[in-house]
């Protein structure tokens, strides 16, 4: 079980994907200290340009225009320098930034990609998709570009500006003081308001995103059934729920930023009105004044970036925390670390021993609490065809589920080329296998891609053969643009027989020792029945091939059947010997038209 992070700082978290970009992360810094510098040193300019140039008296005509137009030039230069030192470190912190979010998002991705089955039951793509895309990426970016960039510059600023506005004059430091301290004990409470209302948007926002994944995914079905204006309500009132959130987080940000806001137009006036007072009675220069209040709106800037920082702080851990609970969720197919089998080496020994091919030995596995088997034991031979036939709910289904690891048995092993599946490397576990399901996705891009990514490096010719064998030729011919027409998400434009050669030709190219035809023609027309019907029959002289069945009609060539029921193997046998079984369970599932 993996160690909880749920009370780790947001720091030790990001760290291990920040860490690769530490020199970009200490350059920005160094950036942002030194534009703190010139924030600072700005009024300041300002002021002697006021006191040593246009009010002193000891200065006249062109020695006046002189000095201002030398110190105007330094107020440029510092001003530029300003500007790209904060280009500077910007471009190098966003690199750091986007960097450290691509490697979370690559981690997160490839953990929900290998979690296991289970996992999706309680998960939906749409919730998935939010955390990869969705604002909780979005705020941890916030965040981290606030405390690299604009938290760096802005101490220093605040320093210096402090420390200048002290020496210029301790009364109106003082008021600026007693402001500052009114503003924090403003923002503390809008802090704690904006963090709860931040958490039930990103909440909505999830939900909405996960219905609206999940829609679309099932487009064809809602256009099916008619039911648009179902569908168009409920995305309303998911999508109503996070304008309501959305505007009312708005409004109190807006409402609680105003009173702050307010409270700084105050504070600046008294300090106008002392500041006019000190000027005529107590001897402070205009110049001092309007540097004084240039730093004051400096430091008052600075401030309320920092209070607002800890709504940006909250935001950033909600995400992360929606993110880590995923994270930390543990595969329900865990990996072996050491003494792995090469699955190359043991199919070759078990040839030589003539062992089984795939063998369940005393296997028990139930879906939470529905129970599918109960030491179950089967055999199936190198090069033999065996079709799994039942009622729904008899384990067909999960018996291939099973064979590949998407699941873990409870009790018992599996084993195919005589070692147990959890021995082997999941991924060349899974290569073994060529799966064509009843009904296979097909990813948007051509369908020379939707082939080819069963096997990235395979030649030409190895894809077009890979396609004859599957009777992709029959209907890719008759497009304009052949293999290179482009297809949409699922293939809702092929029909369901040529997803399916499309699915076999995948599964061939995958070179796999063992083929599975998951109810594969059982929603296809009669003549795509018979085109893959002739492409599995070509492949059963070459493969190990198993075939779960709906239509029994499709198995009369396979070697052998089994019949399944309640998680059991109640008979097998070749399809005569079944079909002329008086009251057998084959006889009866053919007898009702299956």
Known sequence: MKKNKKNESFWFRMWPYLKEFKPKL???????????????????IIKYIVDDGIAKETLQGLDKIRYVAMMCVVYIVVSASRVLLWQAGFFKI??????????????????VQGIGMKFYQSVSAGELFNCILGSPMNNIKTYMNSVFMAVPYQMVAFVISLSALIFYDWLLTVILLATTICMALLNKYARRKMRLLSRDYIQSESEATKYLTDTLNGIDAVELYSIEENTLENFQARIGNMYEKGVTMAFSQHKEAAKVEILRYVGTAVVYLVGAISCVYRGVSIGVLYAFLSSM????????????????????????NKIYNILE????????????????????????????????????????NVKIFEDFNCK??????????????????????????????QNGSIRVHGEDVRDYPTHDLRVNFGIVPQNPFIFYGSIWDNIKMARPDASNKDIINAMEIA????????????????VGDGGLDLSGGQRQRIAIA??????????????????????????????????????????IAHRLSTIKNVNRIMVFEQGKVVEEGTFNALAEKENGKFAELLKHGQ
């Open 329 to 368: 969720t543990d595969t329900t197919v865990p990996e072996k670390q050491e003494n792995l089998c090469d699955i190359a080496i043991a199919r070759e020994q078990n040839q030589r021993k003539n062992g089984p091919c795939v063998e369940f030995r005393d296997v028990s596995f139930a879906y939470d």
């Open 26 to 44: 200490i350059f920005s810094v160094i950036c942002a200290l030194i534009v703190g510098v010139f924030v600072a040193i700005q009024p300041f």
């Open 94 to 111: 966003q690199r750091a930034l986007e960097g450290s979010l691509f490697n979370l998002r690559t981690k997160f991705f490839a953990h």
């Open 506 to 547: 995948r599964a061939v190219l995958g070179d796999p020792d063992i083929l599975i035809f998951d109810e594969a023609t059982s929603a296809l027309d009669n003549i795509s029945e018979r085109a893959i019907q002739s492409a599995m029959e070509e492949l059963m002289k070459s493969h190990t091939v198993i075939v």
């Open 471 to 486: 009777n992709v030729h029959e209907f890719v011919n008759n497009l304009e643009k052949g293999w290179n027409t482009i």
């Open 380 to 409: 199936v031979n190198y090069g033999e065809s065996v079709a799994l036939v039942g009622s729904s709910g008899s384990g067909k289904s999960t018996f291939s589920k099973l064979l590949m690891r998407l699941y873990d048995v």
């Open 297 to 320: 709106g400096e430091i008052l800037n600075i401030l309320i970036s920092w209070l607002n920082l800890g709504v940006t702080k909250a935001s950033a851990m909600s995400g992360l």
